[in-house]
Structure formats: C-alpha cells, structure tokens
C-alpha cells in the first residue's frame, strides 16, 4: 500500500527547544459506501452504530502534506485558503491527536489539495482525513499498519476509515468502547472487479445544509432509526456475498435499499432532514427509467443533493448521458474503483 518515503529530517532550534522538521505528503481517494454509516455509538471517538461497506473511487482524491517544526505555530491550509470554522477545528483536533500518539509537541502545518469538489456530499472529509492519517503519522515517526492507519483516520471522518484501503471495503462497527476494533478491512481490491462504475452526477456545488455528523445526530432521534440499526448485519451480509459473487445486479439493489432507507430516516424526524433537491429526485427515477429499458444501474446517495450511479464499465457512458441530460445536473464524473491512500512524497 504505502512506500516508505521519508524525508530527511533536518534538526532546527527555535529558542531553547530544540525540534526536529519532517514531513510526508500522502493522497488519498474519496469512497461511496454501498452501505451505510448513518449514526454513532460514540461520537466523540466517531465510533459507528453499524459496519458499513464502500468503494474507493479512482480519480477524486485529496493531497494531504503535514510538517512538523516547519513552522512556529500551527497553520492550516485548504486549497490555498487559510481554514476556517468547523473545519479548522476538526484539522486542529486531528492534529492533537497526531502529537498525542507520537509524544511530540512541536507545531505542526497541514497543507491540503483537493481534486474532487468540496461540501457537496462527495465525501471529501473521508479522503481529507485518510490522507492526513497517512501523511501525519509518517510525518510524525509513528509506524502505523494499515488497520491503525485506519484507526486513526477514523478519528477524523469516521468514513475515512475505508478510505485507506482500495477497492471493496468494510468498516467494522467493533464491540470495544475504545473502538480498537472499529477499523476497515479490504474486502477485494480495485482491480479484482475492475469494471465497475460509479457514474457520479453533481446537482449542486453549493456547501451542504447539515453535515453528516449533525444529520446523524438528529436521524437517531427518528422513529426509523432503530429498524436502520436492525437491519444492518442482514444488509452488510447480502453486501459482502454480492462482492464476492461480484454480482452487480445484488450489489447495485442492496446499495440502493440502503441509501434510500437512510434517508428515509431523516424524512420521519423531527425536525425532517431531507438532503435531496428536485434534480436529485429526477436523477433518481431516470436510472430507475434506464433499468426499465434494460440498463442495469442502481442510485445511491450522500449527505447531500448529488446522486451516484452504480452500473458496469460498459453501460457507464449511456448512464452518464441519460444523468448529464436531466435538468440541474451540473457535472457528470464517471469513477471506476481505486487504491487506498499511500504517501506520496
Ligand atoms: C452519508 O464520515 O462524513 O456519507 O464521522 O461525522 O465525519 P463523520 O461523518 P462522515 O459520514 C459519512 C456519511 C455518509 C455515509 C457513508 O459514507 O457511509
């Protein structure tokens, strides 16, 4: 998975402490989960009420670069822009977590460039916080495997737990309130079903309403929420046999009972959540008017308005028309699987 590239590190002394720079770039790929994580057990350490199962998509990642010693306080960058807000917070989070794990103290500079659109429910936080788990330990002289790669990731997104693996993965709910085990597995990688698709069509590039963690929060107030946790073994069973089999046609009805069954839990709270626009809705029944016609593809759907597209390699051009040509859909980016996040520089 990840090269072991490693920076020389280069004593510098600022004042009386003496600190030592190192740095790492890593780049890790978003994910779409087939089925989803949709409510925690601890939220603190984003630990997830149910397992989850995902695909890393190829082709919309996120560089991440941390240097410790670099420079004389910590600085957070995003896309060339200072970060603000929430999401200054939860980079500082991670950071402190980062020098917690390593026994560390100096500051700490987190650059990061995206190549996938941000806030629009394509799960940049996931790629954000599996390469930043990646980049960050290396950076930090932690050796870490991929399952506490993963571990720490999680501590970030809780879907940037999967992102540090490529292909089919699952993210474990675990058992332990320490959530040693709530870490992703690989269960086929990019290449063992490589011709998959995920046919993406954005509707919107605004930034979302509710951010899953506070979407979350309210869904399990919802009157839905405990059929949700139920019935997830049953789900992520179906889902893990269908990967197996690689059986589209399983796969693509499981993932899109699963989105849907989400997002239903949010429509029966109070307050309603509903994160659909009406090009979302006319997305969803065009695949629905494809499958009709004999186009195997199936939906899924996000925190947010954009509407993905399960199909083969095959049939993703005819998807990506049929979604380009319904009105409000801005962008059509069609993925095929994956690899897990590696360092990169
Ligand atoms: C709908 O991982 O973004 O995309 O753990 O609070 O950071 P936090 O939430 P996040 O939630 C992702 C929710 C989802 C479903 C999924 O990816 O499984």
Redesign the pocket.
């Known amino acids: 998975m990840m090269g072991a590239v490693r920076r020389p590190t280069e004593k510098v002394r600022t004042g009386a402490v003496a600190m030592t720079r190192s740095e790492a770039t890593a780049r890790s790929n978003v994910?779409?989960?087939l089925v989803?994580?949709?409510g925690?057990r601890d939220p603190e350490l984003?630990l997830p009420a149910t397992g989850?199962i995902?695909i890393t998509l190829d082709g919309l990642s996120i560089d991440a670069r941390v240097a410790f010693a670099a420079t004389d306080e910590d600085r957070f960058e995003i896309d060339e822009a200072p970060a603000a807000g929430e999401e200054r917070t939860r980079l500082a989070r991670f950071v402190d977590l980062l020098r917690q794990e390593s026994g560390r103290r100096e500051p700490v500079s987190v650059v990061t460039r995206s190549h996938v659109p941000r806030g629009v429910?394509l799960?940049s936080?996931?790629a954000a916080f599996a390469a930043l788990a990646v980049a960050g330990s290396q950076a930090a002289g932690l050796h870490l495997d991929p399952p506490a790669l993963s571990a720490l990731a999680r501590r970030?997104?809780?879907?940037?737990a999967?992102s540090i693996f490529g292909g089919f993965v699952e993210w474990h709910r675990g058992e332990r309130a320490d959530g040693a085990d709530s870490i992703a597995e690989p269960l086929l990688d990019a290449t063992a079903w490589s011709d998959v698709r995920v046919v993406v069509a954005v509707t919107t590039t605004a930034p979302k309403s509710v951010?899953?963690?506070d979407?979350?929060a309210r869904a399990a107030a919802s009157p839905l929420y405990p059929a949700w946790v139920a019935g997830a073994e049953a789900d992520l069973a179906e889902a893990r046999a269908a990967i197996r089999a690689r059986d589209l046609e399983a796969l693509g009805q499981l993932a899109e009972h699963s989105a849907l069954k989400?997002h239903a839990i949010g429509l029966a709270a109070r307050p309603p959540l509903l994160y659909w626009r009406g090009a979302t809705v006319d997305c969803i029944h065009r695949v629905w008017a494809l499958r009709a016609d004999g186009v195997p593809a199936w939906i899924t759907i996000?925190?947010g308005p954009q509407v993905k597209a399960l199909c083969t390699a095959n049939d993703a051009p005819r998807v990506a028309e049929a979604l380009g040509a319904v009105p409000g859909v801005v962008r059509v980016i069609t993925c095929a699987p994956g690899i897990g996040a590696e360092v990169v520089a």
């Not at 970030?156 to 940037?160: D, H, K, L, P």
């Open positions: 994910n779409v989960a989803k994580y949709w925690k984003n989850s995902s429910g799960a936080s996931a970030g997104s809780g879907s940037a999967r951010s899953s963690r979407g979350m989400m996000d925190a």
